[in-house]
C-alpha cells in the first residue's frame, strides 16, 4: 500500500479485534503481542485521521462563514493538518516487517581525521533534534570522544511509531564540505561519518548468538554516560568475530546491564544485516543493486563552503538552507527518498 487508505485500515481493524477476542489468543504470547501492537498502531492511525476530518470540517464551515475575513488565519490552522496528513501518507508507505517498530542508530566517523569526528558529533545533535521535533525519545546509549574534538562514535535508540521504517531512510555514509575550525591555514576539508540503523528488537527476541564467536572486553566510560563514568570499568564493548561488528553500551548502571544492552544493539544489528542481504538479493533480481548506502559514494552531501547546499545523492532533493538541516530539519529528505522507493526509482 503506497497511498493512505482508511478503508483499508478499517477492515484491517476488525480482522484483527477478531482474532484479539478469539479464544486461546493469549497462548501464543509473543504473537499475541504483536497483534496487540499492530491493533494499536492502526487504531491511532485512523483516530488521527478521523480528527483530520473533522478539524478540516471545522475549517471549511468557518471560511464559508467568514468569506476571506479570516483567510490567513484559516490558511494556518490547516498547516498542522497538512502535516500530519503527511505523516498518515508517510506511514502507509512502510511494509517491512520491522517498519512501524523503535531503531537503534550509531553514528560512526570515517575519513576526516578531527573534522570527521566533529561531523559526527555535529549529526548526533542533528538527530536529536529531529527526533525531538518528531515527538520520538532518544536515549543514548554510548558516545566514545575523539582524541581532539567531536566523538569518534555513538549509540543511541529512537523510540516511537515507525522509527525504524523513517531512520532506515538515512542510513550510509554522509559527507560534509566546509572550512575546515581544526586547520590553522582555515583550508577547505571534506569529512565523512556513516550512520548505520537496525531495528530495536525486544529484549527476548529470538536471535541466537554463539558466545564463543563473541569477544568481550570492558572498559573505563568516557565522556557522555552513565553515574559510573569515569569511576569504574563498566561500559562493555562486544565484537562479532564472524561479521566484524563492533557494539558497545556505558549508559546503564552497571557491567551486567551495559553487557545485556550492547547484546540487545549487537541482534539488532545481525538483523539488520541479513536485512540488507535480503535486499541486495531481490535489488540482483530486479536488475539492479540495493542503495543501502554504504558503498564508496555519500547518501548526502552537506556542503557550507564555497556555497551552502544540502543534496541528497540518491533522489536529487536539495535545500539551500543548510542551517535548518543541522537543525533537524530532516523530513523533506527522508519523505522524498521513501517515495522514490515505492516509485522504484530507487532499488
Same mark, same amino acid.
Given at each position: ?18 482474532? &484479539? ?8 504470547? %509473543? ?18 485521521? =478521523? %480528527? ?17 475575513? &479570516? ?51 555535529? &549529526? ?8 525531538? #521535533? ?27 511509531? #515507525? ?24 583550508? =577547505? ?74 547484546? =540487545? ?20 533480481? =530486479? ?7 554504504? %558503498? ?52
Amino acid at each position: 500500500m503506497s497511498t493512505f487508505d482508511p478503508d483499508s485500515l478499517e477492515r484491517r481493524v476488525v480482522e484483527l479485534e477478531k482474532e &484479539m477476542n478469539a479464544p486461546g489468543f493469549w497462548d501464543d504470547q %509473543g504473537r499475541a503481542a504483536r497483534v496487540s501492537a499492530e491493533h494499536a498502531r492502526l487504531s491511532r492511525q485512523l483516530e488521527g485521521y =478521523r %480528527g483530520l476530518l473533522r478539524d478540516y470540517e471545522d475549517a471549511r464551515e468557518l471560511a464559508a462563514m467568514d468569506g476571506s475575513e &479570516m483567510h490567513e488565519e484559516i490558511a494556518e490552522s490547516l498547516r498542522p493538518l497538512r502535516r500530519e496528513l503527511d505523516r498518515l501518507q508517510e506511514a502507509a508507505l512502510f511494509d517491512g516487517e520491522y517498519d512501524a517498530g523503535d531503531a537503534v542508530v550509531t553514528l560512526q566517523a570515517g575519513t576526516g581525521g578531527t573534522d570527521a569526528q566533529d561531523w559526527a558529533e555535529l &549529526m548526533l545533535r542533528m538527530y536529536e533534534r529531529w527526533a525531538s #521535533n518528531r515527538g520520538f525519545k532518544v536515549e543514548l546509549l554510548e558516545a566514545s570522544p575523539g582524541e581532539e574534538a567531536g566523538l569518534k562514535s555513538a549509540t543511541f535508540t529512537v523510540v516511537g511509531e #515507525n522509527a525504524y521504517g523513517v531512520l532506515k531512510a538515512e542510513r550510509g555514509k554522509h559527507r560534509l564540505v566546509r572550512l575546515s575550525p581544526f586547520d590553522q591555514a582555515h583550508r =577547505r576539508h571534506t569529512a565523512f561519518s556513516t550512520v548505520i540503523v537496525a531495528p530495536l528488537l525486544p529484549v527476548d527476541a529470538d536471535v541466537e548468538i554463539d558466545e564463543g564467536e563473541l569477544k568481550i572486553d570492558t572498559y573505563r566510560a568516557q565522556g557522555a554516560g552513565g553515574q559510573h563514568v569515569n569511576k569504574t570499568d563498566s561500559a562493555v564493548r562486544i565484537t562479532h568475530l564472524p561479521t566484524g561488528i563492533v557494539v558497545q553500551c556505558q549508559n546503564e548502571r552497571s557491567q551486567s546491564a551495559n553487557k545485556q544492552t550492547a547484546l =540487545r544493539v549487537l541482534k539488532a544489528r545481525l538483523v539488520e544485516r541479513a536485512e540488507e542481504e535480503r535486499e541486495a538479493v531481490l535489488a540482483k533480481e =530486479r536488475g539492479g543493486s540495493a542503495n543501502t548506502g554504504f %558503498g564508496g559514494e555519500s547518501i548526502r552531501s552537506y556542503v557550507l563552503h564555497p556555497y551552502q547546499l544540502v543534496k541528497d545523492t540518491r533522489t536529487g532533493y536539495e535545500v539551500g538552507n543548510i542551517q535548518a538541516v543541522l537543525d533537524g530539519e530532516l523530513d523533506p529528505f527522508i519523505r522524498e527518498y521513501l517515495l522514490a522507493r515505492v516509485a522504484g526509482r530507487i532499488v
